[in-house]
């Protein structure tokens, strides 16, 4: 059994996401005052009296919703309730118990799930102790005060929730999940992705671009191995970003990047590589994640003999320092070689992750200067000592010299290249310092 999920629902506005963020202790959720903000659920993992649990966020429920985005959020609260095993239903004690309150009510009580009835903006408990008796008419149980923004009341309502988690729990470790960050810009098919790969609507899809403001966690299980895919929202060039909330939104998609061990950059056939993907596949790079480029809507390209070795070439010309990265050409939308998606993110995230011995470095090492031997310059010829591995995710090497400003940036890139040739290192960036023999490692 996998760590107990709990639901925030209820209408826009009542501080769904302001509650979450304290939960979990840092700021994921976008906050902002105005209804509609999260759009879709957000996964994200607390504990409580030493249990984990996962707590996903969604937009508020419209009961009566008319365009198709309202409409779409309160499909996505629908599912968040289907998921969990227990749901908070927080509601606004100034604003007392509403229409939509009731209807959010008789939804949840269909649901047949545990219930933890919640009224927030109650900073006053003076005056609390008597308004809050109105909300045992929703018919839910005992309603717990809270002030979500000054963490009034936040214990308790944990306690509440905890008494309804299931007895066992799976131990299963995170180390053998793998992270996977959906990166690109709108509108490229990364929603579309994310639902093919786990068979149900998880994200919203939609043809208008930036649908997806949130960076959405999705846990998926098969026989190639457990995984976490973030759904992010597609960076766009600066010039175009009008709201606060797409800045949250890059923001969001630059911390999804840091945190996952290997980054999907989705590029549209159609359009190609823009000088928006080479900024975002920048980012991915200069994190030191696993990369594979995934090249979107192949399905609707005209093909010939030298279709895919050309839009190959013209990737890796565009994306000149992703050359170590493979690419795969799919169709979200019909599915075609999504299904080899899943060995490539293996291959590259234990190739992120490789460690190789000093002994076989060195090997390599001595081979390489045998072949091309060290620059010189200004008569002072570079003299490299000897290489380790210092750390992996990337794999980091130190390389001990008699002069580290001799040591030039071609010369290093004839080194990085002969470790690919000998231990592949596919998918993954590698990084090289430079030390003096003598100078102490950091």
């Known amino acids: 059994m996998s760590k107990p999920i709990v639901a925030i629902v209820g209408r826009p506005n009542v501080g769904k996401s302001t509650f979450f963020n304290y939960i979990i202790g840092e700021r994921l959720s976008i906050v902002e005052d105005r209804p509609g903000v999260t759009r879709d659920r957000v996964y994200a993992d607390a504990n409580w009296r030493g249990r984990d649990f996962t707590v996903i966020d969604t937009g508020g429920i419209e009961t009566e919703a008319e365009d198709l985005i309202t409409a779409e959020i309160s499909n996505q609260a629908n599912i968040a309730i289907n998921l969990a095993d227990v749901i908070i239903f927080l509601t606004d004690i100034k604003q007392g118990v509403t229409q939509i309150d009731k209807e959010i009510a008789l939804l949840l009580k269909k649901s047949n799930k545990p219930v933890v009835l919640v009224c927030n903006k109650a900073d ?17 149980g005992e309603p717990y005060p809270l002030s979500a923004t000054n963490a009034i009341g936040i214990g308790d309502i ?28 709108p509108n490229v098919g990364k929603s579309s992705l994310v639902n093919k790969i786990l068979g149900e ?10 649908t997806t403001r949130d960076a959405i966690d999705s846990e998926f299980e098969n026989e190639f ?33 840091k945190r996952a061990d290997v980054c999907l950059l989705m590029i549209d056939a159609q359009k190609g590589v823009t000088e ?13 994640k696993g990369i594979i480029i995934v090249i979107n809507k192949w399905d609707i390209i005209e093909k ?13 010309n565009k994306l000149s320092y992703l050359t170590y ?30 460690r190789i011995s000093t002994g076989m470095l060195n090997q390599v090492l001595n081979e390489a200067i045998a072949i091309v031997q060290p620059p010189t310059d200004k008569g002072k010829r570079l003299k490299i000592y000897y290489m380790t591995q210092a750390t ?7 390389v001990f010299v008699n002069n580290k400003d001799i040591f030039h940036f071609s010369y290093e890139r004839y080194l990085i290249n002969q470790i690919r040739k000998e231990f592949g290192l596919q998918g993954t960036p590698i990084r090289m310092i430079a030390r003096q023999k003598g100078e102490k490692e950091e």
């Open 392 to 398: 992996t995710k990337p794999p980091t090497f130190i």
């Open 124 to 140: 006053n408990y003076g005056k609390t102790s008597e308004d809050i008796y109105e909300f045992y008419n929703l018919g839910i």
């Open 325 to 354: 990265a493979p690419i795969i050409f799919i169709s979200a939308k019909t599915g075609q070689r999504v299904h080899k998606v899943y060995e490539m993110i293996n291959n590259v995230a234990s190739q992120n992750a490789m």
């Open 225 to 257: 191995g457990r995984y976490v895919f973030i759904d992010t929202a597609g960076i766009r060039k600066k010039n175009k970003i009008y709201e606060s909330i797409e800045k949250f939104s890059v923001m969001r998609t630059l911390l999804a990047i």
């Open 201 to 210: 609507e998880r994200v919203i899809v939609s043809n208008i671009a930036g």
């Open 276 to 288: 928006q993907d080479a900024k975002i596949a920048g980012e991915a790079h200069e994190a030191g």
């Open 158 to 185: 944990l306690d509440a929730i905890y008494e309804h988690f299931p007895k066992n729990e799976d131990k299963q470790k995170d180390s053998e999940i793998i992270k996977v960050a959906i990166i690109g810009k």
């Open 304 to 316: 010939n003999t030298y279709t895919i070795e050309q839009f190959k070439k013209d990737v890796y």
